[in-house]
């Protein structure tokens, strides 16, 4: 039997469940079943979610949990957060309480400049192509007029057009590097479409053009975040010694890159969670970042830290392509819910949000990983879905829960306790 079907996506929504059931799995009714479950019964918004992409049989499900406490700049916030994995809010929340006695987080926006390029091919003399761009300079920014003046009502539009040279990487490669102010909007779509307007105007007979895009690599569009207090505020037994190893940790992840890795992992934790709950593109910002990571010439921590004369610092610098207005983030219900929980904030109140967040994460991480482990916590928190996994009844959760309260969960010593439990009560 072939499985290569033609017309897939004209097929409605239970014919193509219908084919996929009766072609992919074993029990054709059972994965109706499954898929139906998700289903929203408000038909109008099952539609809305449908028509985001191609080929929709269905929604998936993903926590939507919220970190109370979160001051920055003065300002305390309740952060949205989308995410799967069991210990991030938790250990969001905790952290955001930490730091709200201790100054909270401040955060900076140092740049929301975004990049697009003209990637195209010319054989002739560089001089006659700079000539030819100096000519035609004004008439690129001419050819997006109807495209940028919206923008420009609201203070962004083009900021400038450049020609750059790659000849010496690539034969007869140039670029036209153009920089954009895209205010509260994501703006993907207006710089793609700004920079198609302008290789339209650009080409000619002897420059060919071959893609117009913009660039998710933004170290121009940059948030900070920080914390900081005395090392004595620290708390803790020894707050001298937790400083000086959380200090030695991030001195790690600046200088390896298979940890720096797994410590930018952990931020993006906190990113990627805001990101995907205020309806952003995480792609774009997991890209930026860990291309930011890298800048010079070999991977690195995004976050630093410094201790001088007894005081503790913690800072994150991060490229953080936000929108607040525009795509998923008017149309996505709870993507507005997030919004509106943030007090409809701008674009760049949004990148100081989510860098707190993310900063949020990194701290819970390095503190537990120079302290007590990462698993003590981690597992705490996992063990509800060890007992899901299970088949663990209440009473079972309650009582299994209530045995590990103090001790190191594992998978396997949560496995013997529920065999255990079983075997005990028949
Ligand atoms: C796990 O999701 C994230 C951590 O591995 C981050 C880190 O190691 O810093 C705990």
Redesign the pocket.
């Known amino acids: 039997m072939s499985k290569v079907i033609s017309g897939f996506s004209k097929l409605t929504k239970q014919e193509k469940i219908n084919w996929l059931a009766k072609n992919y799995f074993k029990k054709e009714s059972e994965v109706e079943k499954i898929i139906q479950q998700y289903w929203n019964s408000d038909k109008k918004l099952q539609q809305l979610h449908d028509d985001f992409i191609e080929n929709t049989i269905t929604n998936f499900y993903m926590p939507f949990g919220v970190a109370p406490n979160f001051l920055i700049n003065n300002e305390t916030y309740l952060v949205p957060m989308v995410i799967e ?1 069991s ?2 809010v938790a250990a969001a929340s905790l952290v955001a309480k930490f730091w709200s006695t201790r100054g909270g987080f401040k955060t900076t926006v140092l740049g929301t400049t975004k990049i697009g390029q003209v990637h195209f091919m010319f054989q002739g003399e560089k001089e006659d192509l700079t000539t030819y761009f100096n000519k035609n300079k004004k008439a690129l920014f001419a050819a997006t007029a109807t495209i940028t003046r919206n923008m420009e009502k609201r203070g962004g539009g083009i900021l400038d057009i450049s020609l750059i040279d790659k000849t010496d990487k690539l034969a007869n490669y140039y670029q036209l590097h153009v920089t954009f102010e895209t205010k509260d909007s994501m703006g993907a779509n207006f710089i793609n479409s700004c920079l198609e307007a302008i290789a339209i105007v650009f080409r000619n007979e002897k420059i060919e053009i071959v893609m117009s895009i913009l660039s998710n690599f933004l170290p121009e569009c940059i948030v900070r975040a920080e914390v900081s207090c005395t090392i004595d505020e620290l708390g803790g037994d020894n707050p001298q010694k937790f400083a000086e190893k959380f200090h030695q ?1 991030v001195k790690i ?1 600046q200088i390896e890159p298979y ?1 720096a890795v ?6 993006m ?1 906190g990113i990627d969670a805001v990101v995907l709950a205020t309806g952003n593109d995480f792609r774009a910002i997991e890209a930026g970042a860990h291309a930011y990571a890298s800048k010079d010439g070999s991977y690195k921590s995004l976050s630093y830290c410094e201790i001088e004369n007894g005081i503790f610092k913690f800072w994150l610098d991060i490229p953080l392509a936000l929108g607040t207005v525009g795509g998923l983030t008017g149309l996505h219900p709870i993507a507005k819910l997030s919004l509106e929980m943030l007090q409809n904030p701008s674009a760049k109140r949004l990148m100081e949000i989510t860098a707190a967040a993310g900063l949020a ?2 701290f ?3 503190r ?2 120079t302290t007590k482990g ?1 698993q003590h916590g ?1 597992m705490k928190m996992h063990l509800h879905n060890i007992l899901n996994q299970l088949g663990a009844n209440e009473e079972e959760k309650v009582e299994i829960t209530v045995f590990f309260e103090g001790k190191t969960v594992s998978h396997s010593a949560v496995v013997s306790k529920f065999e255990e439990l079983r075997i005990l009560k028949g």
């Open positions: 994995e210990s991030v940790a992840a940890r797994t410590h930018n992992k952990g931020i934790n994460q990194n819970a991480a390095l537990a990983l990462i981690h």
